[in-house]
């Protein structure tokens, strides 16, 4: 659910989650959450040897991963329920190699009755030179 936390403290209370995650989310244990909160997320990624395809490049499905949970967790720092992803978007600018840093920004664009947008973008840390930019749109209205 929602959380109200900002910087630190929202960064623990993601960090927590990713931790404790024996599914899915436990792909993104070698992700630093830097920091969020009012429909935001930043975090960090060294390209490891987890993340690369044959060739040593950062594998365009994790890419699209990032770009899912790291969206996911700047709705998740707005008081609403994380929704379900209806549509998912990346664009490959660049590309990042095995060692190299990147950090990832994502932020809400809108928020309405049922839909929320947000836009997320990967950077190299050394130049920031944009490496993805995506969009995703997650619906909302959800009863528990």
Known sequence: ??????????AK?????????SGFESHLKK????GGGDGTCQ???????????????LHGGYIVTLVDMITTYA???????????VDINVNYLNGARLGDE???EANISKIGKYLAFI?????????DTVIAKGTH???VQIKD
Request: charged content about 25%; some cysteine; proline content about 5%.
């Open 75 to 85: 709705l998740m720092s707005k008081p609403c329920h994380p929704g379900v992803s």
């Open 137 to 139: 749109m997650k619906y």
């Open 119 to 127: 836009e997320c973008t990967l950077r190299h840390k050394k130049d």
């Open 31 to 34: 992700v630093t959450i830097l």
């Open 102 to 104: 990147v950090v990832i």
């Open 43 to 57: 975090a960090e990624l060294k390209v490891d040897a987890d993340h690369v395809n044959p060739y040593n490049g």
């Open 1 to 10: 659910m929602g959380t109200r936390k900002k910087g630190l403290d929202f």
């Open 13 to 21: 209370h993601i960090s927590e989650i990713i931790a404790k995650s």
